[in-house]
DNA sequence: CGTCTATTTGAATGTACTCAAAAGCGGTGG
DNA sequence: CCACCGCTTTTGAGTACATTCAAATAGACG
């Protein structure tokens, strides 16, 4: 069991490689543990990785003029997770990113990301796909964040994604539903009377 | 001038197609006018087309069970629509499209799109940048739904799309924004005031 | 044990919705 | 060309959903 095999895996469910590719890719990896609780991204920093998921769960949020946090996304085991807008066009970033929990990624710099593309064009398929499964899945939160009340969206969050509710506070679950923390409080309270 | 012109002159801006690539890519399309008001695609039916608006606007929409209607994007000149999702995934349609005004498409077959894929490689890095795009897109319109009000939304609205807040009715408008017509009016009989 | 943050509770307020009715506007047929 | 029809937009009253602010309680962590 090699260290490579979960992301190696994860990419053979979308397109198919040699060994050499394999170990071309591989080479462009960067492994890293981080504790956690801590920051691995934040505003106005060069967004230059693209990060895979390891193990442990990551949060990107954002925050407005007001000092409010609102949650892009949780991210765990087997995800890719970047400020994707600025890792893609190079601008400085203009969200966070912290670790949930301990975790340990892969990060692609843009530099190899690039490079990885022109050697290796499989690969735009692969991040085709990604790219497509992340545009659909957000198109479906922008319709849900229209039409459904926070009572509604939290119960959906809760049943699409229970292990990420279970580890992570009520303040950031409310902060990706956009409500404030006091009224998930209400709402949990409101399901624990009705059932 | 030839009526292929503008739609490669679109895919030029990412890739770079031989002559007779070009050729190849254009024998998959079929060209249509469509009449305004026109419902090209409706909840149930087979979604296998992927369109290229060559002239016109359109509208996707999707309906809740209460026959509320929450419009998914506005697509105008030059942009793809098709009910993402579904036609990846080869699902029947849950998203209806309709003409704004008469309109022209290049549509690409489901078939069609994956022979393109596998015949010019190449065009796995077109649709790569096209959902990269569509993704930060709607992530970005996620995080405005959560932490802006209406008529902050609306104000960005009429801001970034113009060509589109003059040619739409209020009524979609506010079901892109998420609010009732009334609501909206509202907020323009303040704007107005406040001005 | 003490400190810091998350969560709960409650009152007052603001934001957006529902329902109903009237006014405006575009298209169609006589 | 005008009258009518259907749909959009406006207006208003009453209501529901969600926030703010403050304070109390509970949990996590060193």
């Known amino acids: 069991m090699e260290i490579h095999d979960a992301i190696l895996k ?21 492994y890293k543990e981080i504790p956690k609780k801590t920051t691995v991204l934040a505003e106005g920093q060069s967004c230059n ?19 409010k946090e609102s949650t892009i996304m949780f991210a765990m085991t087997d995800w890719w997770l970047t400020d994707m807008y600025c890792f893609l066009n190079e601008k400085p970033a203009i969200t966070f990113i912290e670790t949930i ?13 690039d490079h990885l593309l022109t050697a290796i064009p499989k690969f735009e398929r692969f991040f ?9 899945r957000e198109q ?45 409080s209400l709402i949990r309270k409101k399901q624990l009377r009705d059932k």
């Open 10 to 30: 994860s990419i053979a469910k979308h397109i198919v490689l040699t060994k050499e590719e394999q170990d071309y890719f591989i080479s462009l990896l960067v």
């Open 49 to 67: 990785q693209l990060s895979y998921i390891h193990s442990g769960a990551l949060r990107s949020y954002c925050l407005d003029e007001k000092g």
């Open 101 to 113: 929990e301990e975790s340990s990624v892969f990060n692609l710099s843009k530099v190899n990301f």
């Open 128 to 136: 085709r796909i990604l790219m497509q499964n992340a545009y659909t």
């Open 140 to 184: 479906l939160r922008s319709i849900e964040n229209l039409t459904l009340n926070a009572e509604e969206r939290y119960a959906r969050f809760i049943n699409k994604y229970p292990h990420i509710a279970s580890n992570v506070t009520q303040k950031q679950i409310a902060s990706y539903l956009g409500i404030t923390p006091e009224f998930l």
